[in-house]
């Protein structure tokens, strides 16, 4: 089953338990829940390297290549030896970037829905 059988479905019982008054306002409703939930969870994420590194994302870049250039260190990574400090603050910018834009492309999706009203 798929299409708009398959919402019809999916929605039937918030109408049938009086949750909603039609499928939009249940669709809605549903939409904005998981928007929320996947805001926090990217907020939560690019919170803990802002926390950890006590920075930004684009600052931290350039201080993971300064460390690759042999130039820089992150005091953050401290207690690791060079070679792991380069490995783990690759690592740690590669999620923490994905963070930011999963972050920014969620919150862009928030705003529309918000700007959304069922018909």
Not at 11 to 16: D, K, Q
Not at 35 to 62: G, I, M, N, P
Not at 90 to 98: N, T
């Amino acid at each position: 089953m798929s299409g708009p059988e398959a919402v019809k479905k999916i929605v039937a019982p918030f109408l049938t338990h009086g949750i909603c008054k039609d499928e939009a306002e249940a669709l809605k409703m549903l939409a904005d829940d998981y928007v929320q939930r996947q805001v926090r969870r990217y907020q939560e994420r690019a919170e803990h390297y802002r926390s950890f590194y006590q920075t930004s994302v684009e600052q931290f870049a350039k201080q993971v290549a300064a460390l690759c250039q042999g130039s820089g260190k992150i005091s953050a990574l401290a207690t690791l030896d060079r070679q792991r400090q380069i490995v783990r603050a690759e690592d740690d910018l590669e999620e923490w970037q994905a963070a930011e834009q999963f972050l920014a492309r969620w919150q862009a999706v928030e705003a529309d829905l918000q700007n959304a009203s069922p018909t």
